[in-house]
């Protein structure tokens, strides 16, 4: 089923346009119509609620509410989303150990008196927090992500060392925000890698052979640790 009038208008925008982005390269399947929250359950969310959604949140819901999994982190979905009038969690770590609150300000904040994260927009937030467990669903072997099943070509591993200077240097950071507590996530349009600064492991994917190829030249031991 083709995408509605008003998904499609969303992903126009500069909010959500990296949503295409990222189906297209790391997902199976596209967007459909019914991955999206209705209007109707949206207002039934808001009356449970007490309050309405902040917009971001809304929108996320309008986009892709019903194909929300839990990989490794778990993303709200209509049934789980809590909040009030400050704000609602969209994302909650595996042990309850913090949760990420949206506001009606639009950014994000993490709900934990002893991590330190800035607030971000909530739509970064969400992209940023969608690579993150896509990247886990890979290299876990699961074939799975957040939004559904990966694309057959996704290759993705972790290596147990710490990331070379020359790593970084070839694979800019992403600027995204992410779990609390891990490594900037770097890369490119076709590579996401983590790691190497708070912990002796390097985490990656790439979404084709090119790609691949590419990052097993500038770090060896990706090649290795496949052979």
């Known amino acids: 089923m083709p995408i509605s009038a008003a998904q499609a ?27 999206g929250a209705t209007d109707a359950e949206l207002e039934a969310l808001a009356e449970r609620l007490g309050t309405q959604l902040p917009a971001e949140v809304r929108e996320w819901f309008a986009l892709v509410a019903h194909r929300l999994e839990e990989v490794q982190d778990l993303p709200a979905s209509l049934a789980t989303i809590d909040g009030d009038s400050e704000g609602v969690s969209v994302w ?9 609150v949206a506001g009606f ?3 994000t904040e993490v709900d934990d008196a002893d991590l330190d994260l800035t607030p971000s927009p909530t739509a970064e937030t969400l992209h940023g927090m969608t690579l993150s467990d896509t990247l886990v669903g890979a ?33 800019a950071p992403l600027g995204l925000p992410g779990p609390p507590w891990a490594d900037p996530v770097h890369g490119d349009a076709g590579t996401v890698l983590r790691g ?17 190829d590419r990052l097993a030249g500038a770090f060896p031991a990706i090649a290795e640790d496949e052979s």
Do not use: F, K
């Not at 969303?10 to 991955?35: C, F, I, K, M, N």
């Not at 492991?201 to 691949?212: L, R």
């Open 9 to 35: 208008a969303l992903l126009t925008t500069d909010r959500w346009s990296w949503l295409t982005t990222v189906l297209d390269r790391w997902y199976a399947a596209p967007l459909e119509a019914e991955h």
């Open 92 to 100: 909650v770590e595996n042990q309850a150990g913090w949760s990420l």
């Open 105 to 107: 300000d639009g950014r």
């Open 139 to 171: 290299w876990s072997g699961q074939g799975r992500g957040p939004l559904g099943e990966l694309a057959p070509g996704v290759r993705a591993g972790v290596v147990e060392d710490d990331a070379p200077a020359a790593l970084h240097d070839a694979y």
């Open 196 to 212: 190497g600064q708070e912990n002796d492991q390097i985490e990656w994917m790439t979404a084709c052979p090119e790609d691949h």
